[in-house]
């Protein structure tokens, strides 16, 4: 069945580590997308990217990075930089341009420090 | 940037009855493409709904139904006969028909089903 696979579902960061979020998808998807969500704030958009070797930075990407080398896969690194990392991580992904299309998401990976 | 507005943080049903769920957005644009999802507790995101602005009949599936006014830029999510697994956050989301490539979404609603 074609998806968008995340993993960790859990993972912990201690002081001062990067770590990273992976997110794979099979649905030959162009557009993907990452998302934090915290309580009460609804999906903030992280970084986006429409193509491989291309990414833009969405509303909260300080202290994030991301890299798209490959059409399948758009890993999110959580860096040292970003003081405030715990939430609920979502993966999404979109048919691009057809702009009708949906998002469709992963199950995402909840984030907590140590 | 558009705006998507869920003013109601938390909703509450009885079971069988009927809620209706408030969304307005700001745009300017006349094409664009407007969704519900569903957050249960598990937390995977489900489409509920898809609403196209071009198309002045609103959209149902099953028991959900929209009530999309354009003109006041408000789309309302209607649950009837409401059970026990429609409990769940919803988020009503924007997509430009032009550029089409984000999503902007509202807070969310939390909704509580009695029995």
């Known amino acids: 069945d074609g998806g968008i696979t995340q993993s960790p579902k859990y993972l912990f960061r201690k002081e001062g580590q990067n770590v990273t979020l992976s997110c794979e998808q099979n649905l030959n998807h162009d557009a993907m997308y990452w998302y934090r969500q915290d309580p009460g704030q609804g999906l903030r958009l992280i970084y986006y990217s429409q193509i491989v070797n291309d990414f833009q930075k969405g509303d909260i990407a300080e202290g994030y990075s991301v890299s798209r080398e490959k059409k399948e896969s758009f890993p999110l690194t959580v860096t040292s930089a970003q003081k405030n990392p715990t939430a609920f991580y979502l993966c999404?992904?979109?048919?691009?341009?057809?702009?009708?299309?949906?998002?469709?998401f992963g199950s995402g990976t909840q984030l907590s420090v140590l | 940037a558009q705006t998507v507005t869920q003013s109601q943080p938390e909703m509450s049903v009885q079971e069988a009855e009927t809620v209706t769920l408030s969304c307005t957005y700001d745009t300017s644009e006349s094409d664009y493409y407007l969704f519900w999802y569903k957050q249960p507790p598990s937390r995977q995101m489900i489409l509920v709904i898809r609403?196209?602005?071009?198309?002045?009949q609103n959209a149902t599936e099953n028991r959900f139904s929209v009530n999309f006014q354009k003109a006041a830029k408000s789309f309302s999510l209607k649950i009837s006969d409401s059970q026990l697994g429609d409990a769940a956050m919803y988020f009503c989301?924007?997509?430009?028909?032009?550029?089409?490539?984000?999503?902007?979404f509202g807070t969310g609603t939390s909704l509580t089903v009695i029995p």
């Open positions: 989301a924007y997509r430009s028909g032009g550029t089409g490539n984000q999503f902007y």
């Open positions: 999404a992904s979109t048919i691009f341009p057809r702009v009708e299309e949906k998002l469709f």
């Open positions: 609403q196209e602005a071009y198309k002045q």
